[in-house]
């Protein structure tokens, strides 16, 4: 079962190298990108993907402010950040507002991978237990 992603980050062609490489994984479908916070929340509203995987930095809205408003919806995605800013008051914010993790895009192909193979796994476990 794979995984529906939404893509946020205002850097598109960080965007195309993370896009190219979920689009690798079989576990992995990107449903959406969206390039800014506001954007990212209409986007997760109107989808409901299962991961949004989001900068911390961008212009309208950043992503501490975007996962900090779905905490109070019934079925917000999980949240991976992906930030060049990467530091230990990002972590903790970030773990704060109940990411499931928290990655710098320096290292991004190693830290993803484990990570959503978790969230695969768990999402088939749910999947299973429903049938």
């Not at 529906?4 to 959406?32: E, G, H, M, Y």
């Not at 008051?89 to 109940?98: I, M």
Request: aromatic share 6%; net charge negative.
């Amino acid at each position: 079962m794979a995984l529906n992603i939404l893509l946020v980050d205002d850097n598109k062609t960080f965007l195309v190298a993370v896009r190219q490489f979920l689009n690798r994984l079989s576990s992995a479908q990107v449903v959406a990108e969206a390039y800014d916070g506001r954007d990212a929340l209409d986007k997760a509203a109107a989808l409901a993907p299962d991961l949004m995987l989001l900068d911390v930095a961008m212009p309208q809205m950043n992503g501490l402010d975007v996962a900090r408003t779905m905490q109070s919806w019934a079925q917000a995605p999980a949240i991976i950040f992906l930030s060049m800013h990467d530091s230990s008051g990002y972590r903790e914010a970030a773990a704060e507002l109940g990411a499931r993790g928290f990655v710098s895009k320096a290292d991004f192909v190693v830290g993803l991978l484990p990570m959503i193979e978790k969230l695969v796994a768990e999402k088939s476990a749910v999947e299973r237990l429903r049938c």
